[in-house]
């Protein structure tokens, strides 16, 4: 079993969409958990980065971890077509910064 | 702004040469990492480096060995390439042992074995 689950798409959606990622993990000891965004061609980037349980809102970009059922989530609100990409979540427990990544969702937002 | 740039971004390689992956970054971070990158298995750390001269093993290094002479260089080698191999390598960096999770990304460099 991965650690980290994510299911690979693609999720296609119109513009203005309200999006939802996600990604189970198995590790409880996991604290800090990430979305990283990876246009084609390029590197990841780091979108969103939260600590334990709860939720962070940048934007139009709201991430959310809830620790009790292993579960985090990356809404996007008012989707655009710049938006589309993979999303990776990534995550790792405390010490070193060694992350591990989810598979990436790609996401396609039409216009 | 922090740049991670990696020497190419298309290698093609036959089998059984030694092939070099050059990254440099520019911001003075401590943490350099390099990844690879395949469908369906997402991210694998490959090795990385806290300090200068020092290295660790990620989760996949057969068949990878690296160099850190200097803080803002990280070299990927392998030694003698096979098919398997061939994959986008990314390099990333980040500061600070135990600092931001902010790991900044190179390019990438696709690698094709023949």
């Known amino acids: 079993q991965k650690e980290v689950e994510q299911d690979p798409g693609p999720l296609s959606v119109p513009e203005g969409a309200i999006v939802s990622l996600n990604c189970t993990y198995s590790?409880?000891?996991?604290?800090?958990f990430m979305w990283y965004r990876q246009y084609s061609r390029k590197g990841p980037e780091l979108l969103m980065y939260t600590y334990s349980s709860g939720n962070k809102e940048d934007g139009r970009f709201t991430a959310q971890v809830d620790k009790s059922s292993k579960y985090i989530s990356l809404f996007i609100r008012d989707s655009q077509p710049s938006d589309s990409a993979t999303y990776l979540c990534?995550?790792?427990?405390?010490?070193?910064?060694?992350?591990?990544f989810g598979t990436g969702t790609r996401l396609l937002v039409s216009p | 702004d922090v740049k991670v740039t990696q020497s190419s971004r298309y290698l093609v390689k036959r089998t059984g040469e030694k092939v070099f992956l050059e990254c440099v970054q520019d911001?003075?971070?401590?943490?350099m990492f390099w990844y690879r990158q395949d469908p369906g298995l997402g991210l694998r750390l490959i090795y990385f480096?806290?300090?200068?001269?020092?290295?660790e093993k990620g989760d996949i290094p057969e068949g990878y060995s690296v160099s850190r002479e200097k803080k803002e260089r990280f070299s990927l080698i392998l030694e003698s390439a096979s098919t398997n191999q061939t994959s986008m390598y990314l390099c990333?960096?980040?500061?600070?042992?135990?600092?931001?999770?902010?790991?900044?990304f190179g390019p990438g460099t696709r690698l094709t074995v023949l």
């Open positions: 911001m003075d971070h401590e943490n």
């Open positions: 480096s806290y300090d200068v001269k020092m290295k």
């Open positions: 590790n409880s000891a996991f604290q800090y």
């Open positions: 990333a960096s980040s500061p600070q042992r135990g600092g931001s999770d902010t790991q900044y």
């Open positions: 990534a995550t790792r427990n405390t010490g070193f910064q060694k992350l591990v």
